[in-house]
């Protein structure tokens, strides 16, 4: 290869790898929901109306507030009691506590949370092809699921719960054997 | 209102080089938001190729593309403006690498040094061919992306430069430097 025009004439020759038919579908699909989504969502006549409407909301909310500060500040100057202690609990035990166990334990027992459930939803796997660990020659498939997991815990004293969900991804990896 | 036919192009039509009369076909198509689904097959390899740059997996690169895609799409651009597609997936995927830096990271010491994809970027013929795409590999990032904008997408120089926001002779450049270290690189020792 002596030219510049030799090499670019290689490259030519050289067909970049095609797109899965997959990301074809998925394209068509995002399309789909946009141009359904489009009709509302893209109309310059009613773009003016809800900056407007969005505008006096916001007008309104400041009224709200500012009226609120004034108030409070009034009532304040007419030393008007503003904060109250939340009122004693309502309920007693029904059960009387049983002998050696004082309150300070069964306050403990009544803040305790035992788990209640988990779920774990995947709603989405995405195959990520084929690798090769270093220095072995048996081939991997790499898989990511995404997924949404939730925890539940709950207090049997007192009925409350506790719930914690976030996203997570998991890469998976399997090893490919030919047969 | 008219509806849009896809019946029938179901099928992806192989990757060909476009004369420029064709190039301009399926930009103006692509503008007019007609026929996406044959527009697409012929711009994609090209700009799969360009996403590649920056993101390892075949799979990556194809998220980048669609979200580019859309948004141009969507957009409704202009043939002159074509530019732009090329400067939406690059935009997308600098993006991309910022957001997944982190994922990146823990992936990688999840799994240990073990990652090495083996998603061939070209469709090989022979050894030749195979050495040639090693060899765009090693090359520096900007002399790669002017080369494969110039030879797989078959964008003007000019249309380089906007893309990139360089001017005309640095892209111009940067694609000869490209072609000279290739040839040093292959020429036999």
């Known amino acids: 290869m002596n030219d510049l025009s030799e090499i670019e004439n290689e490259l030519r020759k050289l067909r970049p790898a095609r797109p899965s038919p997959i990301l074809f579908e998925r394209i068509e699909e995002a399309m789909m929901d946009r141009r359904a989504g489009a009709s509302h969502a893209r109309q310059p006549a009613r773009l ?3 900056r407007l409407s969005l505008g006096f909301g916001l007008a309104a909310a400041a009224v709200l507030v500012l009226f609120a500060a004034v108030n409070m500040e009034r009532r304040q100057e007419r030393g008007e009691k503003i904060a109250q202690n939340s009122p004693a609990p309502e309920t007693r035990p029904v059960l009387p506590a049983p002998r050696g166990e004082s309150e300070i334990t069964r306050s403990t027992f009544s803040n305790e949370f035992v788990p209640a459930g988990a779920t774990r939803l995947v709603y989405n796997t995405r195959d990520e092809g084929l690798q090769f660990a270093r220095g072995s020659g048996q081939p991997l498939r790499r898989l990511r699921h995404q997924t949404h997991e939730t925890w539940q815990w709950r207090n049997p004293t007192t009925g409350a719960s506790l719930r914690v969900s976030y996203p997570s991804e998991e890469v998976v990896l399997i ?5 | 209102m008219k509806k849009k036919n896809f019946g029938g192009l179901d099928k992806i039509i192989p990757w060909r080089r476009l004369e420029y009369k064709d190039r301009e076909k399926v930009m103006q198509n692509l503008a007019s938001h007609e026929d996406w689904k044959s527009c697409f097959s012929e711009v994609a390899p090209g700009l799969l190729l360009f996403a590649r740059q920056w993101v390892q997996s075949a799979a990556d690169a194809e998220d980048i593309v ?10 409704n651009h202009k043939i002159q403006n074509r530019a732009l597609l090329y400067a939406a997936v690059r935009s997308i995927a600098l993006d991309f690498i910022r957001r997944d830096s982190r994922r990146a990271r823990r992936e990688a010491t999840a799994v240990g040094e073990t990652n090495e994809f083996i998603e ?12 040639l795409a090693e ?5 520096p990032c900007e002399q790669r992306e002017v080369l494969v904008m110039k030879i797989w997408n078959e964008l003007t120089f000019a249309e380089i430069a906007g893309a990139l926001g360089i001017s005309q002779n640095t892209a111009a450049s940067r694609y000869r430097y490209a072609l000279a ?9």
Do not use: C, H
């Open chain 2, 181 to 189: 270290a290739l040839r040093n690189m292959l020429q036999p020792q």
């Open chain 2, 135 to 139: 060899a765009i590999d090693v090359l």
């Open chain 1, 48 to 50: 003016p109306y809800n």
């Open chain 2, 120 to 131: 061939p970027q070209f469709e090989f013929e022979d050894d030749t061919q195979r050495a």
């Open chain 2, 66 to 75: 669609q979200e580019a895609f859309i948004k141009f799409w969507r957009r």
């Open chain 1, 175 to 179: 090893p490919v054997s030919g047969q």
